[in-house]
């Protein structure tokens, strides 16, 4: 049986063998595979249909003369394309403060969207406009509704506001539930359902709509009240209670 050598010989021996393996294991190049590459060379590409063909040569696509194209054309566009000025001239906005708020938004809004100042006078003009349409047929409602309350419409409104604040600082009604009875509020029937929720409520001294020509006043309405025939007799009742719809709002 022969002995097993060892040492650093037995360790070099190894290692050279390892490497004429690793040697053996290389692959060179061939003829085959150069002749190949000869032939990579002298290929002629084909151009795709829906490629332009100023944009392609012999040996393939134009990548220069590509790129050089897109970038005249976003040159042209970005030229071409309107700006927003550093700051817009709103001298023409007659009864518009630079401050407002609205006025200062909208200008924000306009520069970073690259609004153009005609453009921006233009839009700036058609919401004033349409601002002061609607504040006006506002201010005509609000004027409709105070003729149908009649002379006393201020005495009547101010009345139903004192009543319904009392309620917010007795703690039944909420600032929420006070907003509420503003809106109620806006209308002429709001007031009058008001007035009757008062009379509901026991309140005699309430305003009513101002009396005119032949209608009866607030005190004579009362005294049909407490005639004794409003208890005792309904035609008188009702006849009373007619006028009170007639002449009393609520």
Do not use: C
């Not at 000025?85 to 403060?97: A, Q, V, W």
């Not at 004027?143 to 009392?166: C, H, M, T, V």
């Not at 009513?208 to 049909?224: H, M, Y």
């Amino acid at each position: 049986m022969a002995e097993q050598t060892e040492g650093l010989m037995a360790n070099t021996q190894t290692e050279e063998s390892e490497a004429d393996i690793k040697d053996e294991g290389m692959v060179t190049a061939s003829e085959d595979n150069l002749v190949q590459g000869e032939d990579l060379e002298n290929v002629e590409y084909e151009r795709p249909e829906n490629f332009p063909e100023k944009f392609w040569t012999a040996e393939g696509p134009d990548i220069e003369k590509l790129v050089n194209s897109y970038n005249n054309v976003e040159k042209k566009l970005s030229e071409g394309r309107p700006k927003a000025p550093e700051e817009y001239d709103i001298t023409s906005l007659e009864g518009i403060d630079a401050e407002d708020p609205l006025l200062v938004k909208y200008s924000a809004w306009a520069k970073d969207n690259g609004i153009p100042q005609d453009a921006f006078l233009k839009l700036a003009n058609e919401l004033v406009e349409t601002g002061y349409q609607s504040e006006q047929q506002a201010k005509l409602d609000t004027d409709n509704e105070r003729k149908l309350l009649g002379e006393n419409a201020n005495e009547i409104i101010q009345s139903n506001i004192n009543w319904g604040r009392s309620l917010v600082s007795k703690g039944i009604f909420t600032d929420q539930d006070y907003s509420e009875l503003e809106v109620l509020g806006g209308t002429a029937g709001g007031q009058r359902l008001m007035q009757k929720l008062r009379q509901m409520q026991g309140e005699k001294d309430i305003p009513v709509v101002a009396i005119a020509g032949n209608q009866l006043d607030k005190e004579e309405l009362f005294a049909r009240v407490a005639d004794p025939r409003y208890q005792t007799d309904p035609a008188f009742r009702r006849q009373t209670e007619k006028m009170f719809e007639e002449n009393v709002p609520g």
